[in-house]
């Protein structure tokens, strides 16, 4: 069985549950370019900040809120 496909609201989750571990916790599942990409389109979309590279992200209130909805 195959994974489902990733995408900004399981980067967003896995910031939540993970905190800066989150990048090592998915390229166990999804190639590193993959996620690198997914943890970009969250950051341009305003859910998450970062300092020295995207893929070591924080929540923004936007994120919590979009997280939130999901629940």
């Known amino acids: ?3 489902p496909e990733l995408n ?3 980067i967003l989750a896995a910031v939540r549950d ?7 916790v998915l390229v166990k599942q999804y190639p ?3 996620v690198v990409a997914e943890f970009t389109k969250a950051a341009r ?3 998450t900040t970062f300092g020295v ?3 070591l992200a924080s929540l923004t209130d936007k994120g919590r809120k979009r997280l939130d909805s999901l629940a």
């Open 45 to 47: 979309a305003g859910f």
């Open 32 to 34: 590193s370019d993959v």
């Open 1 to 3: 069985m195959g994974n």
């Open 18 to 24: 993970h905190g800066f571990e989150a990048y090592d």
């Open 53 to 55: 590279g995207v893929h």
């Open 8 to 10: 900004t609201d399981m």
